[in-house]
């Protein structure tokens, strides 16, 4: 087995465990209804998993390839874009703590964290799963895996930060309508 393949099955199943561990652990705290949610969560991780899925399929496509064909430094580039993109999701996590969701929800008397990667982006989370689905695709080396990974999950966060802004917006108020106003949604000082 190739270390592309172990690549392309460690990485989900590393996905895999964590997400799961943050639906248990809100379910452990009493957290994580789907009030607010829209169906949110779970067409995100749908959105994902097909992306990724597809993309590896695709990545075996010869026409598909990148110029240049199948390199290890493309490959340690799509690994170092998917780091990046892990912990600046774990960072982003971290940062929200027990605030932090797998659900779109708010507690009474919640405050705006602009700490961490939130000083430069509302939502460094997608930011972060953003990155990941890039550097899967970079490490798939094809044009079209690079597609299909990264455009699902775009989808699926647009709908969710949607949401999720008015929850937010209803919920905290003019604290978080002035956030908006100082911070993009997932690049800095782009969009």
Known sequence: MSIYTI???VVPGIWIIFEVGLVVRDAARGKGTTTDDKGSRNFNFFAITIGLVVSALLGEIP???F????TNAVFLVGMGVVLA???LRYWAIFTLGASFRTTIETEAGQKVVSAGPYRLIRH???AGWLLICLGYGIVVQSWLSVLVAVLPAL???LYRIHHEEQVLVSSIGADYVEYQKHTKRLIPWVW
């Open 124 to 126: 460094p989370s997608y």
């Open 85 to 87: 993109g892990m912990a």
């Open 155 to 157: 989808l699926a966060f």
């Open 67 to 70: 110029p240049g064909g199948k």
């Open 7 to 9: 690549f392309l099955i």
């Open 63 to 65: 026409q598909f390839v």
